[in-house]
């Protein structure tokens, strides 16, 4: 019964007035901080550190965190409306959002986003407070060898998801492998595949690829007129509101993609990125609509927004308790931690039990009110459907490159972004998915560091990866994906050879 | 801030400024830009935040924190020299870009002396050599016995190539003739996992992160690499003390383009060295580490020079 003092503690911390309203401005600002291409929660985050130095060290973690969250909401909304995600997880989501906007149901697609989010955010919730004590130690198990496999993991979940066969999407991941070499080997600090360009000398970012690859190929597509067509979305209530038979195919995707994205969201780093892949690519195997993903499934959508927020909230078990920030955003909102003098460390949640409980209490708020803010506004985003893409490709592209620019302060971000524009329409017109690319190019360079860093320590013996319990486990689901997901050897071989 | 503490604040400046000649009486005119290497987040870019703010109120404008990453701090350097001198951009100057990079990357477009201005100095931290508990080393002595005796066996972390914990490695291990290998990190954050976790033995990283590891007893501090024992680890030695001739410090200070006016660089220097004093940004960078000892801004131009110079054969040695 701890946990319920625990909790009652948290409540009255997290529900001062203080509280909810910087909780409110936290999850408001993250939600049109995500709306709005190209533009992600790190630098909302960034823009309000010095607010939070100011603040209670509570209620600025509050504050930062409403806005991580709420953004991971909004981010979706971009992705569903428009084809333009900011994340990779947000490019799950696009799969079967995009689908549904053109068949004139991005209302509904936007309130089973809510929902759905909020379902896995409040399951990340409960499994933050049950496990977190327990849950500190958890990434320490994982050495690079769990690492590497973890990714390998999320690369099949990534060839699986897309709907034209599994040879385009394994392409599709190898290129983004390659593009994620591009920049310093961080072995030898050589550069590497950078044509002497200095501003590669870091690599592509990520979300250069991402505006590039989805956003400006829509601008592009739309200029051509080839938009597939477009219905306009009703904007009545009961249109824009899932039907019965929506409602009923909720629940089970829903707590599925909790389940899967809670466990991600523990381990650093690559977590979130591969939660909304796997998550996806099981319920695609299992569902008993398996026709219809990639062609508007509810369960398209409801599963990696699910997955993606419970990732969400867990991220911050190994952030707060081992003090070790999964993204750049986590490491500014331990930053603001650092500022008032505390610590993150395993004796976080006994020393600042306040803090710790306040901050889970708040995010159940947070979600509520994520919830009931995002439902009404629902009618506000369909509309935007509405605008003639003569005026609102334009804004699109425009609102794209400030984002891109805002980030590094750099024009050449903004020309590899129409670049990647350039080659995102090329592969619409070959059929190729761009979401194997990006989660490619987002864990390439991960998986590199992994590998070689277990090679490394292992002194170049690969047996490490089957003899560590945790890593032959992971690798073991990695290759029954495969198998379930119809991989049959002969029939590829003769599909490799015999395709022009 | 209360109003009453602003309007003293203002005056008292207002009085400061009246001494000062006619360009340095103007300054600053906008909002001043402060070039920081970092991405957003980490404890050099939290300095620049924490110090802007108070910047801000005491000289009037609207001090901005621009967050420039990439290729070791080169990008965020160039993108200062090549800005105006008119006292509208500095930039938090640190170890990397100043004190290596520069060595490290002959082409990097700058000469960390000639093509600048070094205004004022902030403060450094130092690097430790940390054990893991599950390595059952607890002296600096053993750890150099057992590493000659089985050469290349042991493992550390350095948080990445032409790091200084990678060139401080390099020092140490042509000092102590030991061979252990080196396992690049990107950053302090995984080394300090994998550390607590025994992926590997040993550590070379900055002593104030390490700390909280220190404190659980999962980290075992094994030296020091400051010139005297530090005070937030006084039972540790330093690297001197062993007789490893080994110094090296983080420094953090605030630079701007060559030609700066030396009156604004006087004015910024005495602001600086005031907010410094303020008990809650002593008690602050306690809490960070950060070491400061009282530097003027010409003494603090000497200690750029002298430290790249001092760095320069350890770099070359190291690659």
């Given at each position: 019964?701890e946990?319920?003092?625990?909790?009652?503690?948290?409540?009255?911390?997290?529900?001062?007035?203080?509280?909810?309203?910087v909780?409110?401005?936290?999850?408001?600002?993250?939600?049109f901080?995500?709306?709005?291409?190209?533009?992600?929660?790190?630098?909302?985050?960034?823009?309000?550190?010095?607010?939070?130095?100011?603040?209670?060290?509570?209620?600025?973690?509050?504050?930062?965190?409403?806005?991580?969250?709420?953004?991971?909401?909004?981010?979706?909304?971009?992705?569903?409306?428009?084809?333009?995600?900011?994340?990779?997880?947000?490019?799950?989501?696009?799969?079967?959002g995009?689908?549904?906007?053109?068949?004139?149901?991005?209302?509904?697609?936007?309130v089973?986003?809510a929902i759905?989010?909020?379902?896995?955010?409040?399951?990340?919730?409960?499994?933050?407070?049950?496990?977190?004590?327990?849950?500190?130690?958890?990434?320490?198990?994982?050495?690079p060898?769990?690492?590497?496999?973890?990714?390998?993991?999320?690369?099949?979940?990534?060839?699986?998801?897309?709907?034209?066969?599994?040879?385009?999407?394994?392409?599709?991941?190898?290129l983004?492998?390659?593009l994620?070499?591009?920049?310093?080997?961080?072995?030898?600090?050589?550069?590497?595949?950078?044509?002497?360009?200095?501003?590669?000398?870091?690599?592509?970012?990520?979300?250069?690829?991402?505006?590039?690859?989805?956003?400006?190929?829509e601008?592009?597509?739309?200029?051509?007129?080839?938009?597939?067509?477009?219905?306009?979305?009703p904007?009545?209530?009961?249109?824009?509101?899932?039907?019965?038979?929506?409602w009923?195919?909720?629940?089970?995707?829903?707590?599925?993609?909790?389940?899967?994205?809670?466990?991600?969201?523990?381990?650093?780093g690559?977590?979130?990125?591969?939660?909304?892949?796997?998550?996806?690519?099981?319920?695609?195997?299992?569902?008993?609509?398996?026709?219809?993903?990639?062609?508007?499934?509810?369960?398209?959508?409801v599963?990696?927004?699910?997955?993606?927020?419970?990732?969400?909230?867990?991220?911050?078990?190994?952030?707060?308790?081992?003090?070790?920030?999964?993204?750049?955003?986590?490491?500014?909102?331990?930053?603001?931690?650092?500022?008032?003098?505390?610590?993150?460390?395993?004796?976080?949640?006994?020393?600042?039990?306040?803090?710790?409980?306040?901050?889970?209490?708040?995010?159940?708020?947070?979600?509520?009110?994520?919830?009931?803010?995002?439902?009404?506004?629902?009618?506000?985003?369909?509309?935007?459907?509405?605008?003639?893409?003569?005026?609102?490709?334009?804004?699109?592209?425009?609102?794209?490159?400030?984002?891109v620019y805002?980030?590094?302060?750099?024009?050449?971000?903004?020309?590899?972004?129409?670049?990647?524009?350039?080659?995102?329409?090329?592969?619409?017109?070959?059929?190729?998915?761009?979401?194997?690319?990006?989660?490619?190019?987002v864990?390439?360079?991960m998986?590199?560091?992994?590998?070689?860093?277990?090679?490394?320590?292992?002194?170049?013996d690969?047996?490490?990866?089957?003899?560590r319990?945790?890593?032959?486990?992971?690798?073991?689901?990695?290759?029954?994906?495969?198998?379930?997901?119809?991989?049959?050897?002969?029939?590829?071989i003769?599909?490799?050879?015999?395709?022009? | 801030?209360?109003?009453?503490r602003?309007?003293?604040?203002?005056?008292?400046?207002?009085l400061?400024?009246?001494?000062?000649?006619?360009?340095a009486?103007?300054w600053?005119?906008?909002?001043?830009?402060?070039?920081?290497?970092?991405?957003?987040?980490?404890?050099?870019?939290?300095?620049?935040?924490?110090?802007?703010?108070?910047?801000?109120?005491?000289?009037?404008?609207?001090f901005?924190?621009?967050?420039?990453?990439?290729a070791?701090?080169?990008?965020?350097?160039?993108?200062?020299?090549?800005?105006?001198?008119?006292?509208?951009?500095?930039?938090?100057?640190n170890?990397?870009?100043?004190?290596?990079?520069?060595?490290?990357?002959?082409?990097?477009?700058?000469d960390?002396?000639?093509?600048?201005?070094?205004?004022?100095?902030?403060?450094?931290?130092?690097?430790?050599?940390?054990?893991?508990?599950?390595?059952?080393?607890?002296?600096?002595?053993?750890?150099?016995?057992?590493?000659?005796?089985?050469?290349?066996?042991?493992?550390?972390?350095?948080?990445?190539?032409g790091?200084?914990?990678?060139?401080?490695?390099?020092?140490?291990?042509?000092?102590?003739?030991?061979?252990m290998?080196?396992?690049?990190?990107?950053?302090?954050?995984?080394?300090?996992?994998?550390?607590?976790?025994?992926?590997?033995?040993?550590?070379?990283?900055?002593?104030?992160?390490?700390?909280?590891?220190?404190?659980?007893?999962?980290?075992?501090?094994?030296?020091?690499?400051?010139?005297?024992?530090?005070?937030?680890?006084?039972?540790?030695?330093?690297?001197?003390?062993?007789?490893?001739?080994?110094?090296?410090?983080?420094?953090?200070g605030?630079?701007?383009?060559?030609?700066?006016?030396?009156?604004?660089?006087?004015?910024?220097d005495?602001?600086?060295?005031?907010?410094?004093t303020?008990?809650?940004?002593?008690?602050?960078?306690?809490?960070?580490?950060?070491?400061?000892?009282?530097?003027?801004?010409?003494?603090?131009?000497?200690?750029?020079?002298?430290?790249?110079?001092?760095?320069?054969?350890?770099?070359?040695?190291?690659?």
């Open positions: 019964m946990l319920l003092g625990n909790l009652a503690l948290g409540f009255a911390a997290a529900t001062t007035l203080e509280m909810l309203t909780c409110f401005v936290g999850v408001l600002l993250g939600t901080v995500g709306v709005l291409p190209g533009i992600g929660p790190l630098a909302a985050v960034a823009m309000l550190l010095p607010v939070s130095f100011h603040l209670p060290a509570e209620a600025a973690l509050i504050l930062l965190a409403g806005v991580y969250y709420g953004a991971e909401y909004g981010g979706s909304t971009a992705s569903i409306l428009l084809n333009i995600p900011g994340t990779p997880s947000a490019s799950v989501t696009a799969l079967d995009f689908p549904m906007a053109q068949k004139g149901r991005a209302g509904v697609a936007l089973l986003t759905a989010s909020f379902v896995g955010g409040i399951v990340g919730v409960i499994v933050m407070a049950l496990l977190s004590p327990a849950l500190a130690g958890f990434a320490l198990q994982f050495g060898a769990e690492y590497f496999a973890v990714m390998v993991l999320g690369l099949v979940a990534a060839t699986v998801v897309g709907g034209r066969g599994i040879v385009r999407g394994l392409a599709m991941v190898c983004g492998l390659l994620g070499t591009i920049g310093v080997d961080v072995n030898s600090g050589a550069t590497r595949f950078t044509g002497g360009i200095p501003d590669l000398r870091d690599g592509i970012g990520l979300v250069v690829v991402a505006m590039g690859l989805f956003g400006v190929s601008v592009i597509a739309s200029i051509r007129g080839n938009t597939r067509h477009k219905v306009s979305q904007l009545n209530w009961r249109s824009l509101m899932p039907n019965r038979e929506d009923m195919r909720v629940p089970g995707p829903a707590l599925r993609g909790s389940a899967v994205g809670s466990f991600f969201g523990t381990l650093p690559a977590g979130q990125t591969v939660a909304s892949f796997v998550g996806y690519a099981v319920e695609k195997r299992i569902s008993r609509n398996k026709d219809q993903f990639g062609h508007g499934a509810v369960e398209g959508v599963v990696p927004e699910s997955a993606n927020n419970a990732a969400a909230q867990t991220a911050f078990i190994p952030t707060l308790t081992l003090g070790i920030p999964g993204s750049t955003t986590m490491a500014l909102m331990l930053g603001a931690l650092m500022i008032h003098g505390i610590t993150p460390g395993p004796r976080l949640i006994t020393d600042h039990p306040s803090l710790f409980w306040g901050l889970v209490a708040s995010f159940v708020i947070g979600n509520l009110m994520l919830l009931v803010l995002n439902i009404p506004l629902v009618g506000l985003w369909a509309r935007i459907l509405r605008v003639p893409n003569a005026m609102l490709y334009p804004i699109v592209a425009v609102l794209i490159c400030l984002g805002s980030l590094r302060l750099n024009l050449f971000d903004v020309w590899l972004t129409l670049g990647f524009g350039l080659l995102g329409y090329a592969m619409r017109l070959w059929r190729f998915e761009p979401a194997p690319l990006l989660i490619g190019f864990l390439g360079p998986i590199e560091e992994y590998f070689r860093r277990a090679m490394l320590l292992s002194r170049g690969p047996m490490v990866f089957f003899e319990s945790g890593s032959a486990t992971l690798l073991g689901i990695a290759v029954a994906l495969l198998i379930v997901a119809g991989l049959q050897p002969r029939k590829l003769q599909r490799v050879f015999r395709s022009p | 801030m209360t109003l009453r602003t309007f003293l604040i203002c005056s008292a400046a207002a400061a400024a009246s001494a000062l000649p006619a360009v009486q103007d600053p005119e906008r909002p001043v830009r402060i070039l920081v290497s970092f991405p957003p987040g980490g404890s050099s870019d939290l300095v620049a935040r924490l110090l802007a703010e108070h910047l801000g109120e005491r000289l009037g404008q609207p901005i924190v621009e967050n420039r990453p990439g070791g701090g080169t990008v965020a350097a160039l993108a200062l020299k090549e800005a105006a001198a008119d006292g509208h951009t500095f930039m938090l100057s170890l990397t870009p100043f004190g290596i990079a520069p060595t490290l990357f002959p082409d990097a477009g700058y960390p002396i000639v093509d600048f201005t070094h205004v004022s100095y902030i403060g450094g931290v130092h690097l430790g050599l940390f054990a893991g508990a599950g390595l059952e080393i607890d002296t600096l002595d053993a750890l150099i016995t057992r590493a000659q005796s089985e050469p290349g066996m042991l493992d550390y972390g350095t948080s990445g190539v790091s200084w914990g990678h060139i401080v490695s390099a020092r140490f291990g042509a000092l102590t003739e030991t061979e290998e080196h396992i690049p990190y990107q950053g302090s954050g995984p080394i300090r996992l994998d550390l607590q976790a025994g992926v590997i033995g040993l550590a070379f990283d900055a002593v104030p992160q390490n700390l909280p590891l220190v404190a659980e007893g999962v980290a075992i501090p094994l030296a020091v690499s400051a010139p005297e024992r530090l005070d937030t680890l006084p039972d540790v030695p330093t690297f001197r003390e062993a007789g490893l001739d080994l110094v090296a410090e983080n420094w953090l605030f630079s701007a383009p060559v030609g700066l006016d030396p009156a604004i660089a006087a004015k910024l005495e602001t600086l060295t005031d907010i410094m303020l008990p809650e940004i002593t008690a602050q960078f306690d809490t960070w580490g950060i070491v400061r000892v009282p530097m003027d801004g010409a003494a603090f131009a000497a200690f750029v020079a002298d430290q790249y110079s001092a760095w320069a054969p350890m770099v070359e040695a190291a690659r």
